[in-house]
C-alpha cells in the first residue's frame, strides 16, 4: 500500500526524519524505474521507426539483442 512507506511504530514524532528519508528513497526509485521504463520504450521506437525508413523490419533475435546488449548499457549509463 501506499501508505506503508510512511508509517513508523513509534509514537511520538522523533520517527519524522526516518519516515522523510524513506518516503524520499521511495519517490527516487519510483522516478528511477519510470525513467528505465521510458527509456526502453524509447530505444524500442527509434530502432523500428529507423528500419522502417529503410525498408526493413525488426526479427525477434534483432529485438532480444536490443534487450540483452543496448538497454541494459544505457540503463548502466543512466544510473550514473
Given at each position: 500500500s501506499m501508505a506503508s512507506h510512511f508509517?513508523?511504530?513509534t509514537q511520538?514524532?522523533?520517527c519524522i526524519p526516518?519516515?522523510?528519508?524513506?518516503?524520499?528513497c521511495s519517490l527516487v526509485c519510483s522516478i528511477s524505474c519510470f525513467k528505465?521504463?521510458?527509456m526502453y520504450?524509447?530505444?524500442q521506437f527509434l530502432s523500428v521507426v529507423y528500419l522502417i525508413s529503410v525498408h526493413s523490419y525488426l526479427y525477434d533475435s534483432q529485438f532480444?539483442?536490443?534487450d540483452i546488449l543496448i538497454v541494459p548499457?544505457?540503463?548502466l549509463f543512466m544510473a550514473y
Amino acid at each position: 500500500s501506499m501508505a506503508s512507506h510512511f508509517t513508523s511504530s513509534t509514537q511520538d514524532i522523533t520517527c519524522i526524519p526516518e519516515i522523510l528519508r524513506e518516503g524520499k528513497c521511495s519517490l527516487v526509485c519510483s522516478i528511477s524505474c519510470f525513467k528505465a521504463m521510458i527509456m526502453y520504450s524509447f530505444v524500442q521506437f527509434l530502432s523500428v521507426v529507423y528500419l522502417i525508413s529503410v525498408h526493413s523490419y525488426l526479427y525477434d533475435s534483432q529485438f532480444l539483442s536490443a534487450d540483452i546488449l543496448i538497454v541494459p548499457a544505457l540503463q548502466l549509463f543512466m544510473a550514473y
